[in-house]
């Protein structure tokens, strides 16, 4: 599975964007697609995820509420509308296939395929 994330950019708090995620490959096997950020000097972190089959979805607290996922299976694609938006926000952010099935989605290490990060800069 190849992964291609789009949609980043520099945006005033308070401000929306909204990223993409694009699948190719044996997209088939795919459970779940995630969008995990990761802030200078800190670790990756989940923000939220959606299942294939079903549209089940997951959030990390901070963001319930301002982002919302959605996928488009006809085009293998995933978004993440991000609302409100805060500087701490500020990261660059990475989608994620995995093939894992659990009741959880917001395990980073069941995720198996990565795109590359698009960053998302919110000024103040």
């Known amino acids: 599975v190849q992964l291609q994330a789009s949609g980043g950019g520099l945006v005033q708090a308070g401000g929306s964007l909204s990223l993409s995620c694009a699948a190719s490959g044996r997209t088939s096997s795919s459970y779940a697609t995630g969008w995990f950020r990761q802030a200078p000097g800190k670790e990756r972190e989940f923000v939220a995820a959606?299942?294939?089959?079903?549209?089940?979805?997951d959030y990390a607290d901070s963001v319930k509420g301002r982002f919302t996922i959605s996928r488009d299976n006809a085009k293998k694609t995933v978004y993440l509308q991000m609302n409100s938006l805060k500087p701490e926000d500020t990261a660059v952010y990475y989608c994620?296939?995995?093939?894992?099935?659990?009741?959880?989605?917001?395990?980073?290490?069941?995720?198996?395929?990565w795109g590359q990060g698009t960053l998302v800069t919110v000024s103040s």
């Open positions: 994620a296939s995995r093939i894992v099935y659990s009741d959880s989605l917001s395990d980073m290490f069941e995720y198996a395929f």
């Open positions: 959606i299942t294939w089959s079903g549209g089940m979805t």
